[in-house]
């Protein structure tokens, strides 16, 4: 029922959405693929109605696209939103960094190399799935630091939508590497170096996501 509780303290329809949610961002269900409510719930051990809540939540946060009298599907991002998601990521993420290397604190730096060191690790390890999580987890790390409530704000309208780009990345040493980098700038409060590496950063990650579009575009034809 609405409001049953998922293991402990966690609502149903949370652990419905957080388990949708990651089966996305981390391609488990790829784009284009049919959200189909009895076969989640009945996948799940559910009923209907917080499978239907979870979707809902997901149409709301960008991954999934509602379609009136059929499924809803994984959501198909085009070139075009990649791009209008990449030009407002550079504005708000630039200054996130920038803030955060002001305002960090040593705890703060510390929780920051150990996301890099998980995801250097797993990249290593050909972790594909551990390695984008903790990217994701390092970027969410640095909003914390910037020490702005509304940064958080903004930054949870796409914050499941970023997940999905770091999900786009096929060298994840090479990620790790760019990770390592913004993580000395930080180190140092540099952020002059900050204003120029974020933005090549933030591109590498879209020029992957628009790889990934274009290979999948050639198998379909």
Not at 26 to 39: K, N
Not at 42 to 68: D, F, H, K, Q, Y
Not at 186 to 191: K, P
Request: net charge negative; aromatic share 4%; hydrophobic share 50%.
């Amino acid at each position: 029922m609405a409001g049953a509780m998922g293991g402990i303290g966690e609502l149903e329809s949370v652990r419905v959405t957080r388990i949708l949610r990651d089966d996305i961002v981390l391609g488990r269900r790829a784009p284009g693929s049919r959200l189909v409510e009895r076969d989640i719930a009945a996948e799940l051990n559910v009923s209907r109605l917080p499978v239907r809540e979870a979707i809902r939540t997901l149409v709301a946060e960008g991954v999934v696209v509602a379609r009136p009298r059929t499924w809803a599907v994984v959501r198909e991002f085009t070139r075009r939103d990649i791009q209008d998601f990449a030009e407002v990521r550079e504005a708000i993420e630039t200054l996130i960094f920038v803030f955060a290397a002001e305002r960090h604190d040593e705890a703060g730096i510390a929780r920051m190399r150990g996301a890099y060191e998980r995801e250097l690790a797993a990249a290593e390890a050909d972790d594909a799935e551990a390695a984008r999580i903790a990217a994701a987890e390092f970027h969410e790390i640095a909003v914390e630091l910037a020490g702005n409530e509304m940064f958080g704000e903004l930054i949870a309208v796409f914050l499941t939508r970023l997940r999905w780009l770091f999900g786009q990345h096929d060298d994840l040493l090479a990620m790790a590497d760019e990770h390592r980098i913004i993580l000395e700038a930080m180190t140092a409060r540099d952020t002059a170096a900050l204003r120029r590496i974020i933005p090549a950063h933030l591109a590498s990650g879209q020029a992957a996501a628009e790889r990934r579009l274009a290979r999948s575009s050639d198998l379909m034809v």
